[in-house]
Structures are given as structure tokens and as C-alpha cells.
């Protein structure tokens, strides 16, 4: 790594918060010591964007330190404030962005902080980007930097909460037991893995009778898989997804094309790693009660 690299990445440095366009929490608290944070964030921030680095080595304690991604390692105010002169000599007009993903504070006067964070130069170059993890500590009623560890930056990914249904990547086949109505469904990944998108037809003696999208995924606030479908005739509808064992239940509530609230809930129960089992219970339309599906059989497709 050259010293202009390495000064570069250094700019990142998620302190803990900053201000308008600067700064995103996703998943911090909202208490004092928050506030506190975020306000002695918002002055590093006025410090970076006027470039004096005496100012911006100053948010760390006295002995405080800094490691890059490739173990590169800055001890102390002088030879932080030091990398951020030479920073501010060769690139003008640096803007800091900061995205806090969690924030804990492990005792009353220590907090230790994660993140993504992006520095923006005014020339159009690419944004230099990192993961970091921060450690903070109270001084004299100051929140300052104890420590900084940065890791090369990686795009958020809710995998390891979809990755129960990863069987479900492929192709897959079903028919009525006439064998007049045949459904296929091809499920796969998304961008980064945080969703898993299926398109859907279904057909009657060769006569395309529907078809659709699906995008299951993951939400943080109920945490639970949920799905979200779009009929090519207008419809749409949601999903909660809960699972005991090898079945699979989706509560569903739909809107149909004509205005009409559709209820149901859908049990997929799978039998082995090709073969699944599926039926619709529990369905109301706009209120009164529909007769349950007869269960079907899904075969995946070699």
C-alpha cells in the first residue's frame, strides 16, 4: 500500500455520527449518550471539512490508535494528525459520510461502535469505502476515540437470514391432478443476496392463465422472513413466513385486480430436497370464508 493510499483510507473513520448528508443511523440508540456522541461527531465533521487535522487528531485520546485493513497501524495524536496533514495538503474539499449499523455501550462511560463509511472527493473519482469498528471512552465528560479498526468495506447482505429457504434456488414444477393446469416457478438470487426473486406462470391446457413476481426477504423491524407479490394483472400482495421443522407457513394478504382483500394462509411442507407438498387454508374474500385448495405436489426441474 502507498503512504497516499493509506492516508486515504484513513478518512473513513467512523466517529460515531455526523450531520445532514454526512451521516445514517440504521441501528443506534436514541439515549444521552447518543446525543453526546452525535454532537462531538458533528464538531469532528466541521473539523474535517475545514481541514485542519490538529483539530480532527484531537477526537482520539492522547494515545489513541488507528488500524487499517491491512494491519498498518497509527499510534497516538501526533501521527494521526500528522496522516491527516498530508491528507488535507493533497486532496481539497474531502466529504465524510458515516452509516452507523450498532451502537452498544458496554458500560456507562465506554462505547463501542459499527459501521460503513465513505469519503467523497470533489474531483468525481470513486468514493473510498470501509467497514470499521470503534472503540470510545468518556474523559472528562468527552467521548473521544480509544481505537479504530477498519476492514475492507463489504455491501450489507441479509443471507445468513434467508439462507433457511437457499433449497428453495432452482426451478420447480407442479400441475392440477387432471394434469390441465400446470404451474412453474424459478426461484434465485438477488443483488448481494438480500432477496430471493421468483417469477411465476401458470398455465391452463398451453393457455397462459397468470403470472407474477416474488421478492422474499428479510424484515429488521419484525424480524422475519417476509415476501412481497405482483400479479401481471395488477395485483399484489405480502407474506409473513414463519417455519416449524420442514414446514414452511406464509400468511397472506392480498388485493385483487377488482379491489377485492383476499386471506389465506399457504403450507409448504417439504418432503425431500426435490419434492415439496403445498395448500392454501384459511382463505376469505372480503371477509367470508373459501373453501381450502386440494394439497399439490411441486417437483424441482433437472
Same mark, same amino acid.
Given at each position: 500500500?502507498? +503512504? ?18 454526512? *451521516? ?9 449518550? %447518543? $446525543? ?17 487535522? +490538529? ?9 489513541? %490508535? ?13 501521527? #494521526?494528525?500528522?496522516? *491527516? ?17 450498532? =451502537?452498544?455501550?458496554?458500560?456507562? @462511560?465506554? $462505547? ?30 468527552? &467521548?473521544?476515540?480509544?481505537?479504530? =479498526?477498519?476492514? $475492507?468495506? $463489504? ?7 434467508? =439462507? ?22 424459478? *426461484? ?11 417469477? =411465476?406462470?401458470?398455465?391452463?391446457? %398451453? ?11 428479510? @424484515? ?7 415476501? &412481497? ?6 395485483? *399484489? ?6 417455519? @416449524? ?7 397472506? %394478504? ?23 407438498? #403445498? ?24
Amino acid at each position: 500500500m502507498t +503512504k497516499h493510499r493509506l492516508i486515504i483510507k484513513l478518512m473513513p473513520l467512523a466517529l460515531a455520527s455526523c450531520i445532514g448528508g454526512g *451521516f445514517t443511523v440504521r441501528a443506534a440508540d436514541t439515549d444521552s449518550k %447518543d $446525543a453526546a456522541i452525535t454532537k462531538t461527531a458533528e464538531a469532528f465533521v466541521e473539523a474535517f471539512n475545514k481541514g485542519d487535522a +490538529k483539530a480532527v487528531s484531537e477526537f482520539w485520546t492522547p494515545d489513541g %490508535d488507528y488500524v487499517d485493513e491491512d494491519a498498518r497501524v497509527l499510534k497516538g495524536r501526533k501521527a #494521526i494528525e500528522a496522516s *491527516f496533514a498530508d491528507l488535507f495538503s493533497k486532496n481539497k474539499d474531502l466529504k465524510l459520510h458515516i452509516e452507523v449499523a450498532a =451502537r452498544k455501550f458496554p458500560t456507562p @462511560d465506554t $462505547a463501542i461502535e459499527d459501521g460503513n463509511s465513505m469519503v467523497i472527493a470533489p474531483d468525481g473519482r470513486a468514493p473510498s469505502r470501509s467497514r470499521y469498528t470503534n472503540v470510545l471512552v468518556k474523559k472528562d465528560g468527552k &467521548w473521544l476515540l480509544e481505537s479504530v =479498526r477498519e476492514a $475492507a468495506y $463489504a455491501a450489507p447482505s441479509n443471507y445468513e437470514y434467508l =439462507r433457511p429457504l437457499e433449497w428453495l434456488i432452482g426451478e420447480w414444477a407442479g400441475e392440477s391432478a387432471d394434469g390441465k393446469v400446470v404451474g412453474r416457478v424459478n *426461484f434465485e438470487w438477488g443483488p448481494g443476496k438480500n432477496f430471493i426473486v421468483a417469477t =411465476r406462470t401458470v398455465e391452463h391446457q %398451453d393457455a397462459l392463465m397468470q403470472n407474477g413476481t416474488q421478492w422474499i426477504g428479510w @424484515d429488521p423491524v419484525a424480524k422475519q422472513i417476509r415476501s &412481497w407479490n405482483f400479479e401481471g394483472d395488477g395485483g *399484489f400482495s405480502e407474506g409473513k413466513w414463519s417455519n @416449524d421443522g420442514n414446514t414452511w407457513t406464509i400468511k397472506t %394478504d392480498s388485493t385483487v385486480v377488482d379491489g377485492s382483500k383476499v386471506t389465506g394462509v399457504n403450507t409448504a411442507t417439504v418432503v425431500d430436497g426435490d419434492t415439496l407438498k #403445498i395448500k392454501t387454508t384459511d382463505q376469505k374474500l372480503d371477509g367470508k370464508s373459501v373453501p381450502d385448495t386440494a394439497e399439490i405436489t411441486v417437483k424441482r426441474v433437472n
